[in-house]
């Protein structure tokens, strides 16, 4: 006894089904009067960047990447953590090979070694914000707002 459809079938549900949600869709949408969504054909019709949330331990400052795991952070020597996650200006995950020879500015956190753990290249939005502390110094003096993203003096 075989449980399992044979090969040798044709598989008629699958057509069928989509075309019966297909047509669900377009009798719902002209009845509500609501106009079709459209989708973007590619991911280059995205929305412009926004504001992304970073978290309070986040330090800014100008990296360059060189042959992974070596960075130079503020000048000086830095390694990227192993399994480090590189974030690009619109939150897509960057790998370190791609951005070779780059400068960018950045918001990163470090691990308990002091190795990059995450970080995030800056879009226009997120550079207009100057007064993210760039030292843990600078930070233990200042009051950060979790909603706004802004560090502001206590």
Same mark, same amino acid.
């Given at each position: 006894? =075989?449980?399992?459809? !044979?090969?040798?079938?044709p598989?008629?549900?699958?057509?069928?089904?989509?075309a019966? =949600?297909?047509?669900?869709?377009?009798?719902?949408? #002209? %009845?509500?009067?609501? +106009?079709p969504?459209?989708?973007? #054909?590619? #991911?280059q019709?995205?929305?412009?960047p926004?504001h992304r949330? %970073?978290?309070?331990?986040a330090?800014?400052? *100008?990296i360059?990447?060189?042959?992974t795991?070596d960075?130079r952070l503020?000048?000086?020597?830095a390694?990227?953590?192993p399994? +480090?996650r590189?974030?690009?200006?619109?939150d897509?995950? +960057?790998?370190?090979? !791609?951005l070779? &020879?780059?400068?960018?500015?950045?918001?990163?956190?470090?691990?308990?070694?002091?190795l990059?753990?995450e970080v995030?290249l800056? $879009?226009?939005? *997120?550079l207009a $914000?100057?007064t993210?502390p760039?030292t843990? *110094?600078? +930070? =233990?003096r200042?009051? %950060? &707002?979790?909603? !706004?993203?802004?560090?502001?003096?206590?």
């Amino acid at each position: 006894m =075989s449980r399992c459809a !044979s090969p040798d079938l044709p598989r008629r549900r699958l057509p069928m089904a989509a075309a019966a =949600s297909t047509a669900l869709l377009a009798l719902v949408t #002209a %009845f509500a009067g609501i +106009a079709p969504l459209a989708v973007p #054909a590619t #991911a280059q019709a995205q929305a412009a960047p926004g504001h992304r949330y %970073f978290p309070q331990r986040a330090l800014r400052g *100008e990296i360059v990447f060189g042959v992974t795991p070596d960075v130079r952070l503020n000048g000086k020597p830095a390694r990227l953590a192993p399994g +480090a996650r590189i974030r690009n200006a619109v939150d897509l995950v +960057a790998t370190p090979g !791609s951005l070779f &020879d780059q400068k960018a500015t950045v918001l990163y956190t470090t691990d308990i070694n002091g190795l990059l753990m995450e970080v995030w290249l800056l $879009n226009d939005v *997120e550079l207009a $914000n100057k007064t993210w502390p760039t030292t843990p *110094e600078q +930070a =233990s003096r200042l009051v %950060f &707002d979790q909603a !706004s993203q802004v560090w502001r003096k206590p």
